[in-house]
């Protein structure tokens, strides 16, 4: 239940929504393109307020203000502003 309340936390969505996901029946890739889409879903640009980048861009938004939110299995990281 943990994690599941993280990957909800993660994905700004409720325990409620994800459970009306067969998640079991979903192949690792099948859900990793399923959160790459919800979390990119407001676009790439800096304006995002949460966005996916990879690891070795971290450092980089880190120094400019963002803090971490999570790191996903395919080496990319979730970031958010804090402005």
Do not use: F
Not at 1 to 20: E, I, P, Q, T
Not at 52 to 60: F, I, L, Q, R, Y
Not at 69 to 83: E, Q
């Amino acid at each position: 239940m943990m994690k599941c309340n993280k990957l909800c936390c993660v994905l700004g969505s409720s325990v409620r929504a994800l459970d009306k996901m067969d998640l079991a029946s979903l192949g690792d890739e099948e859900l990793q393109e399923i959160v790459r889409k919800r979390l990119l879903r407001t676009g790439t640009n800096d304006s995002a307020k949460e966005k996916a980048v990879s690891v070795s861009e971290v450092n980089k938004y880190l120094a400019q203000g963002w803090e971490y939110v999570a790191s996903l299995p395919n080496k990319t990281v979730i970031i958010r502003s804090k402005k």
